[in-house]
């Protein structure tokens, strides 16, 4: 019970971490962009044909402009318009909280609630909760859909998952590809163990959903659209390096660059660098190799019972939740977005959110100290990284670049 306590001042702590300083967020050319049209969107009272272009080279549709014009309705200025984007993280990821609780039980509730904790205070998770961007939404769109799965049996519920699934796919193009991988394993699982979910509501919900989309098809139709899929991007395995550097805080290069090689001498004490930062990932380079270790186990397990022979037919039978929603989303995002030559970004599995933290606190459930240990060390190295970027204010050599509010003070 204590245990778990501390997992659920994480999660506090972490929620707050999302709503301080909100002037310190990233302003770039997306960020205003975004919030540009979006007024603009408020102003003309005009739904937009498409979005901003996406990383794949092919605009996004319309909905990823939508969502925040519908913010950009009742806010002024883009810290009230960040704001939002804020409370609904937290949100999200107090949701699901209150899902594990009220769903699951025992050991399986357990590594919910460590894995939510971790995604509470991993750095990048803190990062995209505290941006004006359409992938900082999609946790919301997460929480909707798997608690509408859940109750799947229920019209209302199926429902809601095929409107919630479309419109994920239209704020960014990774949720079309999350969307079909748990439609695809829902169908395949809930046959093997007969379970009947309510399909005609789940269609119906998916083409009210669809409705949206129809102007960004018409734009594709009629602008062709050069796009950055490639025969070699079949191979690549880096979204499961990437699944795992986020969910053990080893990710914030992303987002620094060539200023992480000064961010790791913070504190600067006197003068002096002292190196703590440093010496954070060095602990959770140490937690990662051990994570390696246990996860090179399990696979060599798998592989051995394959070759013992399994009857395939129960392959899906009676699995849990946990897993389920684990093998759905590699299913999506390891097996058929690759397949679409698509080039994978990091921030491509915003969509899976808090899954991988989920995967990583049910690896290393048995050893609840260690699980505890790399909680606290990430929740260090976010701490640091915020005040790095607090008192720091412009990272020219980073991505993340001069904060929202340095750039006010900077105003003549």
């Known amino acids: 019970m204590k245990k778990e306590l501390l997992f659920y001042v994480l999660i506090a702590i972490g929620s707050s971490l999302r709503l301080i ?35 794949g080279g092919i605009v996004n549709p319309g909905m990823s402009i939508g969502m925040f014009a519908a913010i950009a309705a009742f806010t002024d200025d883009p810290i009230a318009m960040v704001r939002v984007v804020q409370w609904v993280n937290v949100l999200s990821l107090l949701g699901f909280v209150v899902l594990a609780r009220r769903k699951l039980v025992g050991a399986e509730r357990e590594a919910w609630v460590a894995g939510l904790a971790l995604a509470a205070v991993s750095p990048l998770a803190v ?80 083409a009210l959903g669809a409705l949206t989309m129809l102007p960004w098809v018409a734009f594709l139709a009629t602008n062709p659209q050069t796009t950055t899929s490639n025969f070699w991007n079949l191979f690549q395995l880096n979204l499961y390096f990437y699944w795992l550097i986020d969910a053990l805080g080893l990710d914030l290069y992303y987002s620094l660059r060539d200023d992480f090689w000064t961010f790791i001498r913070y504190p600067i004490v006197g003068g002096t660098p002292t190196y703590l930062v440093a010496l954070l990932h060095i602990l959770l380079v140490g937690f990662a190799l051990f994570v390696l270790k246990v996860l090179f186990e399990r696979i060599r397990g798998i592989v ?55 995967f990583l606190a ?44 340095a750039q006010q003070i900077a105003k003549p």
């Open 21 to 55: 300083w909100p002037t310190d967020m990233e302003w770039k050319t997306d960020e205003k962009l975004v919030y540009a049209e979006a007024h603009q969107v408020v102003r003309t009272g005009v739904f937009p044909e498409v979005g901003i272009k996406s990383g």
């Open 127 to 206: 990062l995209f909760s505290r941006k004006i961007w359409a992938q900082d939404l999609l946790p919301a769109f997460v929480f909707v859909i798997v608690t509408a799965h859940m109750h799947r049996e229920k019209g209302w519920a199926a429902f809601i998952w095929g409107l919630a699934g479309a419109l994920m796919g239209q704020v960014h193009m990774s949720g079309f590809f999350y969307a079909f991988g748990l439609f695809l394993l829902t169908v395949v699982h809930d046959r093997a163990n007969g379970i009947r979910f309510q399909w005609i509501a789940w269609l119906l919900g998916s």
């Open 304 to 358: 051995q019972r394959l070759r013992q022979g399994i009857d395939r037919s129960k392959l899906l039978r009676n699995v849990s939740v946990t897993r389920f929603y684990l093998l759905a989303i590699l299913l999506a995002l390891g097996v058929f977005l690759p397949l679409s030559g698509a080039t994978i970004y990091q921030h491509y599995l915003i969509c899976a959110f808090p899954f991988p933290f989920i």
């Open 362 to 405: 049910k690896l290393l459930q048995p050893r609840s100290r260690m699980l505890m240990g790399l909680a606290i060390t990430q929740l260090a190295l976010t701490v640091s990284f915020m005040l790095y970027i607090h008192f720091v204010g412009a990272t020219v050599e980073s991505d993340y670049g001069v904060t929202y509010g």
